[in-house]
């Protein structure tokens, strides 16, 4: 079991940068392959961006490719997202989640925390 807890949301000019974290609670955070996910107002949630459990393997939705940027510090038991060149469609309340292993399905979640890009 493992409990997450995002943070470094806000509002910010279209252009800017953000860096969302996500600690998490529990035992073998480094087993544990992490995730951003986004949902907008009326939209589905969106994958936004993965890394492995060992860190060696990043995956970025098309959207946020070249502009975003994950990493995480096992040490910290913290998953980041470097957020650049925001764009007012990047507005969205943004979940951490976390899978065991290399398993296809995340199974924990934040609450999320909310971004808003002003145009």
């Known amino acids: 079991q493992v409990q997450l807890v995002e943070s470094g949301g806000g509002l910010v000019q279209a252009g800017g940068s953000l860096r969302l974290s996500c600690a998490a609670s529990?035992?073998?955070?480094?087993?544990?392959?992490m995730g951003w996910f986004r949902q907008a107002p009326g939209k589905e949630r969106e994958f936004v961006s993965s890394i492995r459990w060992s860190g060696g393997l990043t995956d970025y939705g098309n959207s946020v490719k070249g502009r975003f940027t994950i990493s995480r510090d096992n040490a910290k038991n913290t998953v980041y997202l470097q957020m650049n060149s925001l764009k007012p469609e990047d507005t969205a309340v943004y979940y951490c989640a976390a899978k065991i292993g290399d398993s296809l399905r995340f199974s924990y979640w934040g609450q999320g925390t909310q971004v808003t890009v002003s145009s």
């Open positions: 529990g035992r073998a955070f480094s087993s544990y392959g």
